[in-house]
T-cell receptor, first 115, second 110 residues
Framework: EPEVTQTPSHQVTQMGQEVILRCVPI?????FYWYRQILGQKVEFLVSFYNNEISEKSEIFDDQFSVERPDGSNFTLKIRSTKLEDSAMYFC?????????????FGEGSRLTVL | KNEVEQSPQNLTAQEGEFITINCSYSVGISALHWLQQHPGGGIVSLFMLSSGKKKHGRLIATINIQEKHSSLHITASHPRDSAVYICAVLTQGGSEKLVFGKGTKLTVNP
């Protein structure tokens, strides 16, 4: 069964370093999303991506964050200068149709620890 | 005030019991998702609803748009159903921004 894959599963970094989290969405999906979940808190939307551009972003998704689909398969989240409060689980998801009309498929998550 | 409220926060059941998890929301929505988060952290989509009722195996999800309320039911619960169940909504107007509830932690004992 097709699945969304994320790498790395866990990354530890020093404050101020740049981090890239990678996602391979399901191949025929058109909508891509990043979410984050700080330990013990609810999941939060970061950004949605469609047709090679950001379609919507939350107030969390400031200039420190960027997303890219560098080739036909990868979807990356870059955090430019990490802060302690960026420590969280980051989930990638994809959907063939919009989340308004179709099922979301989530990756297993990338746990980011900022020291 | 959270836009999406779930109840109960925690639920413990005996194997075989019928489970109901509730979700209320305060905004107009275009769709509602029920998700399952495993103890290891991974998230699986269970249902996407915009009206009515859906059934998949032992799981049933209903939504009442007028009352801004949805329920997730699990029949004949099993210990493997133990997980956090999350309700998330998309606001009207074609937004892609899912707004999540805090989740309901379900524990099913054998």
């Amino acid at each position: 069964e097709p699945e969304v894959t994320q790498t790395p599963s866990h990354q530890v970094t020093q404050m101020g370093q740049e981090v890239i989290l990678r996602c391979v969405p399901i191949s025929n999906h058109l909508y891509f999303y990043w979410y984050r979940q700080i330990l013990g808190q609810k999941v939060e939307f970061l950004v949605s991506f469609y047709n090679n551009e950001i379609s919507e972003k939350s107030e969390i998704f400031d200039d420190q964050f960027s997303v890219e689909r560098p080739d036909g398969s990868n979807f990356t989240l870059k955090i430019r200068s990490t802060k302690l409060e960026d420590s969280a689980m980051y989930f990638c998801a994809s959907s063939r149709d919009s989340a308004n009309t179709g099922e979301l498929f989530f990756g297993e998550g990338s746990r980011l620890t900022v020291l | 005030k959270n836009e999406v409220e779930q109840s109960p926060q925690n639920l413990t059941a005996q194997e075989g019991e019928f489970i109901t998890i509730n979700c209320s929301y305060s905004v107009g929505i275009s769709a509602l998702h029920w998700l399952q988060q495993h103890p290891g952290g991974g998230i699986v989509s269970l249902f996407m609803l915009s009206s009515g009722k859906k059934k998949h195996g032992r799981l049933i999800a209903t939504i009442n748009i007028q009352e801004k309320h949805s329920s997730l039911h699990i029949t004949a619960s099993h210990p493997r159903d133990s997980a956090v169940y999350i309700c998330a909504v998309l606001t009207q107007g074609g937004s892609e921004k899912l707004v999540f509830g805090k989740g309901t932690k379900l524990t099913v004992n054998p």
